[in-house]
């Protein structure tokens, strides 16, 4: 620990110095931390992710410093995710006027140097159909030059239309679509002749289907052919072609997974079929393994059709063990619906009943186990999610005390606990006594005083405190001494500059002397 405060002096002696020393460094690049990382994006394409950088951006709202970093990225793919994600961004929040002026520039790089059909079929393609720039949106189509790609771009814009309710361009487009569809597989298929069913265009999908059905039957690979057998026999339920149907899903049954049977009962469901469904539903729930592995689709299908009784039935069935990532989930599926609907006491009964089994889990997690692998950490990840329920529920005291129950002496344990002391500070900062939220602060930071990464998300929430507590130039120092541990680390000076950024902005913070010096230490190790 000692070791670590005179580093942290040297550090800070190193910053004053370096103020006066250097004179290439303007100053607009002191004056915030997604200033420093701007300047430092110009200088070094590998001090600062572009793509992250812009997304702190996005949160600040900082939209023609986003096109900065475009301009300084290192190619023009990277420079294109960078203005079309922006701009898709922009839509959603409605704010169509400067999402037109992203999606113009990202159209402009894809009509040069364009061949990324996942990037564009979800980025680009449907932001510029939403915009109404039907005639550069097919433009795109042409920019691929694999068949398989091409056809999968004029899927994903048929899809866009019928989203927004432009049946005209759909078909037009879906019509497009089914004159490459040599270059589709199966699934797109599929999904080719679905969308044909939803635009009652029976026809066409009659004729993919047919398609579908002789590529099956010279299928030589045993387990590919019965999963396009499944496809065909939902395909034909949604046609209302009960025969097919049954003639398909007798070839697949006895090969068919939970999930299969669960989505083929679903389509008879939901297609004039509830007494056929009703048996494989039954089957599904006297599946123990399979409830075991997957139950918790069919606790969400129930949740959806509002049947919360037999949702919490089945949920309680998928495991004995108190710890199970699958009833976790379902269980929790069901405290959201109730929280939804404003039937808190509800929600707080199925809560309670989660976190009853997830206490008692005996936490151990081996240097080796990746999040999730462990008992110790899934029994984080469920204490957390019925933590983030409570604190919907406000009630953050219960919140603390579901954290506190992770019960073990180990480095994942203590970090969870740390942010759980954090968190239930933020949310009581205006309500608890000063005394008491710093000595939250103090027991954050004792328990993760040893972890350089922890260390800066604490230093850092700390700052967030403050600035809520209009403690603000106290909050700008805070930052500083975040951004000099991530100098400080092996690895982390990326991660501590932009998440105090958006702290920085978020608070309206003013630079401080001290942050000043910081950012110039950071500037200065940097290049």
């Not at 110009?42 to 410093?65: C, G, H, M």
């Not at 606790?299 to 059709?305: L, N, S």
């Not at 081996?366 to 984080?380: E, H, L, M, V």
């Not at 409570?390 to 009630?395: A, Q, T």
Request: hydrophobic share 40%; aromatic share 8%; net charge negative.
């Amino acid at each position: 620990m000692l070791a670590r405060v005179f580093t942290s002096l040297a550090l800070l002696l190193l910053g004053a110095t370096a103020l006066f020393a250097r004179d290439d460094i303007p100053e607009t690049a002191l004056s915030s931390p997604l200033d420093a990382a701007i300047f430092l994006n110009s200088k070094n394409d590998r001090a600062v992710d572009p793509e992250w950088l812009a997304e702190s951006l996005f949160i600040a709202r900082r939209y023609d410093d986003i096109r900065v970093v475009a301009n300084n990225a290192r190619n023009d793919y990277e420079r294109f995710l960078i203005l079309a994600k922006t701009g898709s961004k922009l839509l959603d929040l409605g704010e169509r006027a400067t999402a037109l002026t992203f999606i113009n520039e990202a159209y402009e790089i894809a009509k040069r140097d364009g061949d990324w059909s996942d990037s564009q079929s979800k980025w680009l393609l449907p932001s510029m159909i939403r915009l109404g720039k039907d005639g550069e949106a097919r433009e795109v189509i042409g920019f691929e030059e694999d068949n398989e790609d091409k056809a999968r771009l004029v899927l994903s814009g048929a899809e866009t239309y019928l989203k927004i309710e432009r049946d005209a361009e759909a078909r037009e487009w879906l019509k497009l679509a089914d004159e490459m569809r040599p270059s589709l597989d199966d699934v797109y298929l599929s999904f080719l002749a679905t969308m044909y069913q939803k635009l009652k265009m029976k026809a066409e999908a009659v004729s993919v289907v047919e398609t579908i059905v002789e590529r099956a039957e010279q299928e030589t690979d045993k387990n590919r052919r019965a999963q396009t057998y499944a496809r065909l026999a939902v395909l034909f339920v949604k046609f209302n072609d009960w025969s097919l149907a049954e003639r398909y899903w007798s070839r697949y049954e006895r090969e068919a997974d939970f999930e299969d049977i669960l989505g083929y009962a679903i389509a008879l469901s939901e297609n004039g079929r509830p007494e056929t469904a009703t048996a494989h539903f039954s089957r599904l729930e006297s599946d123990t393994e399979g409830l075991r592995r997957s139950g918790k689709w069919l606790v969400d299908y129930y949740v959806r059709k509002e049947r919360i009784p037999k949702a919490l039935r089945i949920a309680k069935m998928i495991s004995s063990d108190v710890d199970s990532y699958e009833q976790q989930k379902a269980l929790m599926a069901i405290a959201d619906y109730y929280l939804r609907k404003g039937h808190n006491p509800r929600a707080i009964e199925i809560i309670n009943y989660a976190f009853d089994r997830a206490r008692r889990i005996v936490y151990s997690h081996r240097t080796q186990d990746s999040i999730g692998a462990s008992p110790g950490s899934r029994k984080g990840q469920y204490l957390n999610a019925i933590a983030d329920r409570l604190i919907e529920l406000k009630m953050f005291d219960r919140a603390l005390e579901v954290r506190m129950a992770i019960e073990a002496d180990h480095d994942l344990a203590r970090e969870s606990l740390a942010k759980g002391f954090m968190n239930y500070a933020k949310q009581m900062v205006q309500s608890l006594p000063r005394g008491r939220i710093n000595s939250l602060i103090a027991r954050s930071n004792q328990l993760v005083k040893d972890d350089d990464h922890c260390s800066i998300e604490i230093k850092i929430a700390t700052a967030e405190i403050h600035a809520l507590l209009n403690e603000k130039t106290k909050a700008a120092e805070l930052l500083s001494e975040a951004i000099l541990l991530g100098v400080e680390s092996c690895c982390y000076e990326e991660e501590a500059l932009l998440f105090a950024g958006q702290v920085f902005e978020t608070y309206k913070l003013q630079s401080t002397p001290e942050l000043k010096n910081a950012l110039l230490t950071l500037i200065n190790d940097q290049i």
